[in-house]
């Protein structure tokens, strides 16, 4: 079936900012390799996966990391691989984000690829100039994120909880995306640290969170715990 469209303006939000998902996923599956519905940033030290349900702000959590200096691996729809050490693949460089957002990231407005009106702002974070798009790291921590905490507030997150709202949410982007990806989600949840964290809206206070986790989760749950 071919299907035509006089504009790309016609193509619903998601499909502009990640195209073909359902092939990408069939063919990075020959890999081991597995599309997630979830956000990834990283440093010097490794990968951080932001995991949560639809509107838990995975979104714009990996762009506050990206404007403090983080690099950018994914804000919904990144890709996993699991084994002796995990990797995190970013896919698409773009990020999507609320239009009541906009004010909140006015630095990345010069990147902006939809029009008001249509259902998300999207960005082509790849055409910016300094562009902060990693391509893969090492995985370290996977965050849990929880807004209905104080801002700060790290926890030990049950990691068969994270890995059931990953894949939940996974399922209904990706069809059909099945065992093979609960699998290699659940082993990578068994041999890294899982944290349940509230990052709030201040860029620098976000990343720095984020990047302590990927750096020393556990003092990081030693400190909260003594605060």
């Not at 200096?69 to 990797?87: H, N, S």
């Not at 790290?154 to 059909?176: D, E, M």
Request: net charge neutral; charged share 15%.
């Amino acid at each position: 079936v071919n299907v035509c469209l006089s504009s790309i303006e016609y193509l619903p939000h998601w499909e502009r900012a990640a195209p073909l998902r359902s092939a990408i996923n069939w063919i990075l599956r020959q890999q081991n390799i597995h599309l997630l519905h979830a956000a990834a940033v990283s440093d010097t030290n490794g990968g951080a996966l932001l995991l949560g349900a639809g509107g838990a702000g995975k979104s714009s959590a990996s762009l506050r990391c990206y404007q403090a200096g983080m690099t950018y691996l994914g804000d919904d729809l990144c890709a996993i691989q699991a084994g002796a050490m995990p990797r995190v693949f970013n896919v698409y460089g773009t990020a999507k984000t609320v239009w009541s957002d906009l004010e909140k990231f006015q630095d990345l407005q010069m990147l902006l690829i939809s029009q008001p009106g249509s259902l998300k702002a999207i960005y082509a974070l790849n055409q910016a100039p300094t562009s902060r798009i990693g391509t893969s790291s090492d995985l370290r921590v996977l965050l849990l994120l929880d807004r209905s905490q104080p801002v700060g507030t790290v926890r030990r997150a049950n990691p068969a909880k994270a890995v059931a709202i990953a894949a939940s949410t996974t399922a209904s982007f990706l069809p059909g995306s099945g065992r093979p990806m609960l699998s290699a989600l659940a082993d990578i949840a068994r041999g890294l640290p899982v944290l349940s964290i509230s990052l709030g809206e201040e860029p620098q206070q976000a990343a720095a969170l984020v990047r302590r986790a990927i750096r020393e989760p556990e003092q990081l749950l030693q400190d909260c715990d003594d605060a």
